[in-house]
């Protein structure tokens, strides 16, 4: 069965919100909430690739503490531009 561009979207919005870790919930939902529905199918690929990686991999991209690969540099510096103040307050 082919999935609907819909059914994707809802797909991805889910694992955006059940992740591993309590920090990744809160900063994959606000991107997906934020972001998702915009999104053309390449940027849709690279953010499910995205998702199939390691939590604490993607948290350490985001923050800065693991220097992130550089398919994912763009999109991880959309989404840390919407994480500020979502785990801790803005500094």
Known sequence: MIE???ARLGRLRTRSMWRGIKE???ILR???T???GAMGPADLDLYESLLAENDHDILGWITGAIL???RYDALIARIRTG???LTR???
């Open 89 to 91: 307050p803005d500094r």
């Open 68 to 70: 992130t690969p550089p």
């Open 30 to 32: 606000d991107f997906a």
């Open 24 to 26: 990744m919930d809160l």
């Open 34 to 36: 934020r972001e998702l």
């Open 83 to 85: 994480a500020v103040g």
């Open 4 to 6: 609907t561009p819909e």
